[in-house]
């Protein structure tokens, strides 16, 4: 990757990003495609590679844009540890790749690099919690300026 890691892998030597992204798979994809619908059943977290994704969810029949995810991000570890319907939709903004882990491809290289997946892990719970804090702060701006109904 060209870019500034940022969580889960900034905690991450370059040997162990390059590794734990072999351990997933590659997937190429192009201006507007949907690389994750929301509503699907898809277990699998996704390290962006190269590119720019928009995170879009459907409510009360309108797209509304969550947020953007650029090389070195990540998306789909709700499903990955909550298994269920995805949350949201990922669309491309622009062409490029993502790694894709499924569940089974983490515990297996979780059994040959115990630590690195560690880190991987704690990475994702501190962008999971910013995300998180995120949310708040707009649920809470949401509710103040009356944009929730009641």
């Known amino acids: 990757m060209s870019t500034a890691l940022a969580v889960p892998l900034s905690r991450l030597e ?8 072999s351990a997933g798979t ?9 690389v994750l619908q929301q509503g699907v059943t898809d277990p699998t977290l996704y390290i962006v590679t190269q590119g720019v994704l928009h995170v879009r969810r ?10 953007r995810i650029e090389a070195g991000g990540f998306f789909g570890e709700i499903s990955l540890f909550d298994p269920g319907p995805t949350t949201a939709s990922v669309v491309a903004a ?12 983490l515990q297996d290289f979780a059994e040959q690099s115990p630590a690195v997946v560690v880190n991987v892990l704690v990475g994702l719970l501190e962008g999971m ?3 998180l804090r995120r949310t708040d702060e707009r649920l809470v701006e949401a509710i103040f300026w ?3 109904k009641r």
């Open 14 to 21: 370059p040997a162990e990003v390059d590794s734990l992204l």
């Open 58 to 67: 459907q409510a009360e029949g309108r797209q509304v844009l969550l947020g």
């Open 26 to 34: 590659r997937r190429s994809f192009r201006v507007d495609e949907v």
């Open 129 to 131: 919690s910013q995300r």
């Open 94 to 105: 622009t062409n490029g790749e993502v790694v894709q882990l499924s569940r089974t491809q």
């Open 146 to 148: 009356g944009g929730l």
